[in-house]
């Protein structure tokens, strides 16, 4: 089974940036697609980003021209770049592969205040 390990969360200033990295062990992900996920307190886990096999993004639209996704395939390591943070995009992010895997990781916890 596939164990994801996501990183480089912190706490980040209104404008900020921070870059995550997802890291994929026991398996070769590089078939799928992956895509990052954020979930903030009280609320559901939603779609933040996600990118093909063949290198195609998509994200939702609270993020779209802030955020990039990206995949190394021969790391197994998928990314996400977050530019012009808002307070609104304080959660945890995940990684997963969607519809493949039903494991989730610890996340890495991203805040944005002053």
């Known amino acids: 089974q596939v164990q994801f390990v996501e990183s480089g969360g912190g706490l980040v200033q209104p404008g900020g940036s921070l870059s995550l990295s997802c890291a994929a062990s026991?398996?070769?992900?590089?078939?799928?697609?992956m895509a990052w996920y954020r979930q903030a307190p009280g609320n559901q886990r939603e779609l933040v980003a996600i990118?093909?096999?063949?290198?195609?993004?998509n994200y939702a639209d609270s993020v779209k021209g802030r955020f990039t996704i990206s995949r190394d395939k021969a790391k197994n390591t998928a990314y996400l770049q977050m530019d012009s943070l808002k307070p609104e995009d304080t959660a945890v992010y995940y990684c997963?592969?969607?519809?493949?895997?039903?494991?989730w990781g610890q996340g890495t916890q991203v805040t944005v205040s002053s």
């Open positions: 026991g398996g070769d992900i590089s078939i799928y697609a």
């Open positions: 997963n592969a969607p519809g493949v895997y039903d494991d």
């Open positions: 990118i093909t096999s063949g290198g195609s993004t």
